[in-house]
């Protein structure tokens, strides 16, 4: 990337100052939230769920939850959870379709069992492509939320992997959560990562890479940045940027930051800046 590029796509200098603060705040007042959590954030090198990382997360939200905000989950590591428990790479659809419904009842076991730490009940909704797309089933999943919530129950969503194939897969969780929180309108969508949100380089590789505060009128500058870095397989995050801006342009704001900062959902709603926050776009933009 070239400097005049990094620049462009570095810091919030380059959006408006006065629109941050307000989508800062915004997330930070937001009643119900989606949060989602990906594979590596949930589970340890030999692919195997991590009870540290699992319960540091669900202690994030049950913080979140005692300020009064609703929380709905949507995680991934079905799949991974699997490959773990049985000690199989998953190297064809089916098979990854297979381990998804080993790992997604053991997902769940823990899930439950690390909420009753907070006397909290989960409930599994496991959603493909279809279910988003017809409005009759879209409703019926949206109503079901809704009861939920109302009984204080925390929905933990995943894709029906054991039914999706390559044709109506949603494609990933990154596009799911962003499809459930813009189709319920919720108020904030926080994605959590392995690294701490979006940078001007691929972090991992290069010590010069800077974390991007906020995204905006640079989003076309962010949006290169990190095309460069998914040339060099830096995982996902290109989808990440591109699903939490589509939630922005429905005026839902998004931030991207890494699971493993500590307090992250609370700092969140502390109105800290925290990770990438995407700046909600719409009529009245600057854009
Ligand atoms: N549904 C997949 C799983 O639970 C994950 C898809 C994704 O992470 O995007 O393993």
Known sequence: MSEGARQRADGAASVDPERVEAAREAAADADRVVVKAGTNSLTDADSRLDPEKLDKLVDDIAALRERGTDVLLVSSG?????????GVDGETVEEDQALSTVGQSQLMRRYSES??????????????????????????????????LDWGVVPVINENDAVATEEVRIGDNDMLSSSVAIGLGVDLLVTLTDVGGVYTANPKEDPDAERIEAVGANYGAVEAAVE????????GIRTKVRRARAAAEHGVPAVIAGSAEPDVLDRIADGDPVGTLFVPVGGDSDE
Do not use: M, Y
């Open 115 to 148: 909420f009753d730490r907070h006397d909290t009940t989960t409930a599994q909704l496991l959603l493909t492509e279809h279910d988003l797309a017809n409005p009759e089933r879209f409703t019926n999943a949206q109503n079901t939320v809704e009861t939920l």
């Open 228 to 235: 460069d870095s998914a040339a060099a397989r830096f995982g």
């Open 78 to 86: 079905a799949i991974g959870a699997g490959e773990g428990l049985l």
